[in-house]
């Protein structure tokens, strides 16, 4: 059973353009999402991320969207550059009163082209 | 400051071996999680240390095991390793209460090690 689904799962974006990856929970009692970037041969390096009382958290070019009706949130990459070329993984975890464990979706790959 | 570190980078092993895997976090942090990640997918959580005892685990069996040490490192260990086993496995370190409460889920990953079973 996967809790949190990811889409999709390969993008290739112009230069300049915007990335748009969207992820999608079943667990209501999430209360923390996160979004990581990972480099081959790198472990994953947070980017971001939001809880569910904010609609939308802008950090530099990396933008969250929160839905928390529709149990959906994104990520948005603005003027993307080759050096976001990388894959991206959306995440997901309760505090249930202790540091929980992250949910992770399968992870998009993003190619962007000069 | 020193990031998360582990070791050994990358590791062979043949099946039915035993293989542990060393973890440094992050300094101030006191809670270490361990993740399996396959290729071309997310990883997947496999337990949590806190104060030297494991306070979650996800759905791994008990061929996998851990411990955690008084300076908060940790080791995760794998027995009668299995082809299946062959994945990244990351450390990732968190709390000591340096963040907001909400993000008491920040965690930091480690470059992870290379694991795989002939």
């Known amino acids: 059973q996967q809790q949190v689904k990811q889409s999709p799962q390969s993008l290739i974006v112009q230069k300049g353009g915007i990335s748009i990856i969207n992820c999608a929970y079943e667990n209501t009692a999430f209360d923390y999402f996160p979004w990581y970037q990972q480099f081959p041969g790198k472990g994953p390096a947070l980017l971001i991320a939001i809880r569910p009382d904010v609609s939308e958290k802008k950090e530099g070019r990396f933008t969250i969207s929160f839905n928390k009706s529709a149990k959906q949130f994104s990520l948005h990459i603005m003027d993307s550059q080759p050096g976001d070329s990388a894959t991206y993984f959306c995440a997901a975890s309760y505090h249930g009163g202790s540091q929980g464990n992250l949910i992770f979706g399968k992870g998009t790959k993003l190619s962007v082209k000069p | 400051d020193a990031g998360v570190t582990q070791s050994p980078t990358h590791l062979i092993k043949t099946r039915g071996q035993q293989v542990t895997l060393r973890c440094s976090p992050k300094?101030?942090?006191?809670?270490v999680s361990w993740y399996q990640q396959a290729l071309g997918q997310g990883p997947q959580f496999i337990f949590q240390y806190y104060e030297e005892e494991e306070r979650q685990r996800g759905n791994f069996p008990d061929r996998f095991s851990g411990h955690q040490f008084p300076n908060y490192s940790s080791e995760l260990n794998v027995n009668a390793l299995l082809l299946g086993d062959s994945a990244l496995y990351l450390c990732?370190?968190?709390?000591?209460?340096?963040?907001?409460?909400?993000?008491?889920?920040?965690?930091?990953f480690g470059p992870g090690t290379r694991l795989t079973v002939t």
């Open positions: 990732a370190s968190s709390g000591g209460g340096q963040e907001p409460a909400w993000t008491g889920n920040k965690q930091y």
């Open positions: 300094s101030g942090h006191d809670t």
